[in-house]
């Protein structure tokens, strides 16, 4: 598949907290991030109870850890952007959520104490993560043993897919890192410690329109992403989920979002 990968040398996280500051309103409005078809699939692998300490990683606005509140002791929700938080508070405060709090910190240095959580979630997040290692050994630090691990995120069917779709990720949002193959997802949560107990594969079509504005992109932006998308051969563009109308203007593309458990030993 043509393209090549994406290459940011971040020291900070900077990049994301500006791209979900920036966008947080449509974030907190958006129908896919709130209820998509990922939530359900998590709250079934997390399996949430009143004895969990339950963290969302990354929460954003705050999906998954509304979602978690009432079946769980207490859920703290970290994420980078205020202004995203901002929006997880009002909405907790509006629903009641007594046993929600939200506070700002970055993946990969999680400010909590050692074996302090049962339950550790992120959701659409990860593949914005520049040193995923350092995520994961974050969250099995601060998971008790017997604790588990259940992310949802996009990826790739292949290597040579992911080179195409990093690209293609990056230019609509800055903040995209890497979406990984299952195989390396496993890879990299093995290394960590972690036992990889089950996964699903949950499909998502996003509409090209919505996909653009949602990040903020500008006319340029959209014409630079047509022109990466329809550069692609035929059966490149299947490989990547693109979708065309009869007139040949993209109009959404298709992707895998991976469901994962992972207990701690």
């Not at 659409?124 to 995923?132: C, I, S």
Request: charged share 20%; net charge negative; glycine share 6%.
């Amino acid at each position: 598949m043509a393209g090549a990968a994406h290459n940011r040398d971040m020291t900070d996280d900077s990049s994301s907290r500006a791209q979900f500051n920036a966008n947080a309103s449509k974030y907190a409005a958006s129908e896919v991030h709130r209820h998509g078809p990922s939530l359900p699939v998590l709250l079934d692998f997390a399996a949430p109870t009143q004895q969990d300490r339950a963290l969302d990683v990354a929460t954003g606005t705050g999906n998954a850890a509304h979602a978690l509140a009432p079946f769980v002791s207490e859920v703290v929700g970290l994420d980078l952007a205020d202004q995203m938080l901002a929006h997880a508070r009002r909405r907790a405060q509006d629903d009641g959520q007594t046993n929600a709090r939200f506070v700002v910190g970055s993946a990969e240095a999680l400010p909590f104490a050692d074996a302090c959580f049962m339950l550790v979630t992120s959701r659409h997040a990860p593949h914005h993560f520049l040193h995923l290692d350092r995520f994961l050994a974050e969250a099995f630090r601060v998971l008790q043993g017997g604790g588990r691990l259940v992310i949802a995120d996009q990826i790739s069917p292949t290597p040579a897919a992911q080179l195409w779709m990093d690209e293609y990720q990056s230019t609509r949002d800055p903040s995209h890192h890497a979406q990984r193959t299952v195989e390396a997802w496993r890879e990299l949560a093995e290394a960590a410690g972690f036992v990889w107990t089950q996964h699903t594969l949950v499909p998502y079509r996003l509409d090209f329109m919505w996909w653009t504005a949602q990040s903020g992109c500008t006319p340029e932006t959209v014409q630079r992403l047509r022109a990466h998308a329809d550069a692609l051969s035929e059966s490149e563009r299947q490989a990547a989920g693109l979708e065309y109308d009869a007139g040949g203007q993209l109009t959404a593309h298709h992707e895998q979002m991976m469901v994962v458990r992972l207990e701690r030993p």
